[in-house]
C-alpha cells in the first residue's frame, strides 16, 4: 500500500518522432510547481475517486459489455457527438493514433462501430457506431446519467446552482483561452 508522502513514477511517453503531435508539458515538470489549491483540489479529486458508489455503474457496464475503460470511452464519445475522424477520436480520448487504430479494430470486431471513408477527404477514415454501438452507448450513457444524479443528490440546490455557475465560466474561459491561441475543442 502506497503511503501520501511516497510519489509514484513519472510516466510520460514521449510522443515527439513517431507520427503524433507532440504534447504540451509543462517546463517545471522536474521542479514541485504545485500550489497549495491544486494540491487540495488533486487531494479531493482522489478522495472522491476512492468512492466506489461513484464508480459502481461504469465499472459494472464494462464489466457486463466486456469492455476496457478505453473501449467504453471511445463508444461515449461517438454515441455523444456521432461519427468522427479516427485522429479526432484518439485526440478525444486521449490516445495515440497507433493506439486508437487497435482500439477500434476491437471493437468493430465486436461489431459496435465501423469504419468508413470521410466524404469530405476521402483520405480520412470515419468511425461510427454500430446499431449494436449505438445500444450499448445508450447503456453507458445511462450508466453516467445515474453517477451524475448521485453526485448532485449529495449537494444542496444552492450548491447545485453554484457548482454549475463555476463549471460554465470555467468553459468560457477555456472557450476564451482558445480563442486568443488560435486553438479550437477537439
Known amino acids: 500500500m502506497r503511503r ?3 510519489k509514484p513514477a513519472l510516466r510520460v511517453q514521449p510522443l515527439v518522432g513517431d507520427g503524433e503531435e507532440e504534447h504540451d508539458l509543462p517546463d517545471e515538470l522536474g521542479e514541485d510547481a504545485s500550489t497549495p489549491e491544486s494540491r487540495r483540489l488533486h487531494a479531493l479529486m482522489i478522495e472522491l475517486g476512492r468512492h466506489r ?6 465499472a459494472g457496464i ?3 459489455l466486456q469492455l476496457t475503460p478505453t473501449q467504453m470511452h471511445v463508444l461515449a464519445w461517438l454515441g455523444q457527438d456521432g461519427p468522427v475522424q479516427v485522429g479526432i477520436l484518439a485526440h478525444r480520448v486521449g490516445i495515440t493514433r497507433k493506439t486508437i487504430t487497435g482500439v477500434v479494430d476491437r471493437l468493430e470486431g465486436m461489431g459496435m462501430v465501423e469504419r468508413t471513408r470521410d466524404a469530405e477527404d476521402r483520405r480520412a477514415v470515419v468511425v461510427r457506431l454500430t446499431a449494436r454501438g449505438e445500444d450499448n452507448y445508450r447503456r453507458i450513457h445511462r450508466g453516467v446519467d445515474a453517477g451524475m444524479r448521485r453526485i448532485l443528490d449529495l449537494m444542496g440546490a444552492e450548491d447545485q446552482e453554484a457548482f454549475f455557475g463555476i463549471v ?3 468553459l468560457k474561459r ?5 480563442q486568443g491561441t488560435g486553438q479550437q475543442a477537439v
Not at 458508489?53 to 461504469?58: D, G
Not at 477555456?174 to 482558445?178: F, I
Request: net charge negative; glycine share 4%; with cysteine.
Open 4 to 6: 501520501p508522502d511516497d
Open 53 to 58: 458508489s461513484l464508480k459502481n455503474p461504469l
Open 62 to 64: 464494462c464489466e457486463d
Open 168 to 170: 460554465e465560466r470555467m
Open 174 to 178: 477555456l472557450g476564451t483561452e482558445a
